[in-house]
């Protein structure tokens, strides 16, 4: 036996009584029905079970669970997931539709087909993901480096298990060159808003609970990638209890912060003081730009009555081409929902002849989550001058699974100039040959690029088109394509430095060195 020795409380009050034992019972009610009946709500509600459009999503570890819920450019509801909760989604709805499998992950959910599919695959607890001006993926990762940029497809490292899809060629990496502090970071934000100087558009934030702060990065293009650099450390608290878990650009165009505001930044912490954790403060920053004036009052809308709702349908399609991203977005889910007919031909206007890359992708992404974008529009945004609209045009052909001469000529042209990681999608029908033979015209970089976008699109099918037994035979092949491909760029190389030393651009000995090189 050991005796206890009774210490009287010295300071606050117990949270310890009736109450709690019947929120604890309360609690183990609702672990028995989620660990019964979390698939089955048909079974318990009856017919109001439909509400749940989602189910399936796992309770392991309540610290990494579904969250970091955002609009993407392509209207659809994106959204991550740790690594060590598994989740087997199914719709309520479909219940005989085999689950969709996810742990570490970007997910997305098209509110209009009810199609749920894990994004990109890999990092570790990821808590929040956004986009840049021309639509790419980024989410910030605790535990391992902390910034990922996320392509459609993509499976990268890992804090821990094994990938979904077991036969990845290989694992991409962090896009970081350096580290912060400790590992507890949450929330992600680029920001494209207009209220700040024109020097940190494009920069990226993210939370640091562990160092009670929040990061500014630069992302700067590194081939078919970015390179996150440290900019400053934006944000350093002297309050222990910030916990900066979200950012946000606000309708304002100034960031907002939410701040958990705790004591303790994990569970571990929470387990070993459960009276420790505070379940009833939290606060919400914004951070305003004021240059001189110290104390400028910044008001946190343009209008005080602002309703997009009351907005016709042409002033949120020129809503579009504001310079604060959260307006656009905003326009693009009430014209996603509104479907008036009447805005197509001023879509496809802005699109054409837009002032801004922001506003023509703006009404590009708008034109395809409202389903009006028309055929013959991919095929000319495929030979656009902007390379960000050209990698949009390839992804979209791949999302839409459709196929034509002229569809699959302006993809095999994007596939070429686009960055590999914004393309590399499931297509059902790529013509491979004919994006080796395009591999024939460009120089050197462009036809390594190819090589290394048929080695991924290739691994990344091969579980849907067959078995695993025949995934290991066939990568094989996937490997003696990829050194054809190779010849084929050296080939490209040689054949530049004989045109060079022909027009007297280098002279014989230049060449001879380049050659012995190659």
């Excluded at 098209?110 to 021309?134: C, I, L, M």
Aim: aromatic share 10%; net charge neutral; proline share 4%.
């Amino acid at each position: 036996e050991i005796g206890v020795h009774h210490r009287a409380r010295i300071h606050g009050k117990s949270k310890f009584g009736a109450s709690r034992f019947v929120n604890g019972f309360l609690d183990l009610l609702t672990a028995a029905f989620i660990s019964t009946s979390a698939l089955k709500p048909l079974h318990v509600f009856g017919r109001i079970g439909l509400i749940f459009l989602l189910t399936g999503f796992g309770l392991e570890d309540r610290h990494e669970l579904l969250n970091g819920f955002t609009w993407g450019p392509d209207g659809q509801l994106y959204m991550t997931h740790g690594v060590f909760t598994r989740a087997e989604v199914k719709d309520p709805a479909n219940a005989n539709e085999p689950a969709v499998r996810m742990d570490a992950a970007v997910a997305r959910y098209n509110v209009q087909t009810k199609k749920f599919e894990v994004y990109a695959d890999g990092t570790s607890n990821p808590w929040g993901v956004d986009f840049d001006r021309a639509g790419n993926a980024f989410l910030s990762a605790c535990v391992i480096d902390h910034m990922f940029h996320m392509a459609p497809g993509g499976i990268y490292v890992r804090q821990g298990g094994q990938p979904m899809f077991p036969y990845a060629y290989q694992l991409l990496p962090s896009i970081v060159d350096h580290r912060h502090k400790m590992a507890a970071y949450a929330g992600i934000q680029v920001y494209l808003g207009n209220q700040w100087p024109a020097e940190h558009y494009g920069t990226i934030f993210c939370g640091n609970l562990h160092d009670n702060a929040v990061h500014q990065d630069t992302l700067t293009p590194n081939g078919s990638t970015f390179k996150s650099s440290f900019k400053q450390d934006f944000i350093r608290a002297n309050d222990g209890w910030f916990m900066p878990v979200s950012q946000q650009v606000g309708p304002d165009g100034a960031l907002w912060i939410m701040d958990w505001y705790d004591k303790y930044p994990c569970y571990q912490n929470a387990r070993a003081d459960p009276d420790g954790v505070d379940r009833e403060h939290g606060r919400i920053w914004r951070v305003v730009y004021t240059g001189n004036e110290k104390g400028k009052p910044v008001p946190s809308r343009p209008q005080r009555d602002m309703d997009f709702a009351k907005l016709t349908s042409a002033q949120l399609v020129e809503r579009l081409a504001h310079p604060n991203v959260w307006q656009r977005k905003m326009a693009q889910r009430v014209l996603n929902d509104r479907r008036d007919d009447t805005v197509m031909g001023l879509l496809q206007k802005q699109f054409a002849n837009g002032a801004s890359l922001e506003s023509r992708l703006a009404s590009l992404w708008t034109l395809h989550s409202s389903g009006y974008l028309a055929d013959d529009q991919l095929p000319k945004a495929a030979a656009d001058k902007e390379p960000a609209i050209r990698a949009w045009a390839a992804r979209l052909i791949g999302e839409r699974r459709e196929h034509s001469e002229c569809v699959d000529c302006g993809a095999t042209r994007v596939l070429v100039h686009a960055p590999l990681r914004v393309v590399a999608q499931r297509w059902d029908r790529l013509d491979v040959a004919g994006v080796a033979e395009a591999a024939q015209g460009p120089a050197r970089d462009a036809a390594d690029e190819v090589r290394q976008r048929v080695q991924h699109l290739y691994h990344h099918r091969l579980n849907e088109a067959v078995g695993d037994e025949e995934s290991r035979l066939v990568s094989q092949g996937v490997l003696a394509l990829e050194k054809r491909l190779r010849l084929m760029a050296l080939q490209v190389e040689r054949e530049e430095l004989a045109a060079l030393r022909e027009r007297h651009r280098i002279n014989d000995e230049t060449y001879r060195v380049l050659m012995r090189e190659i």
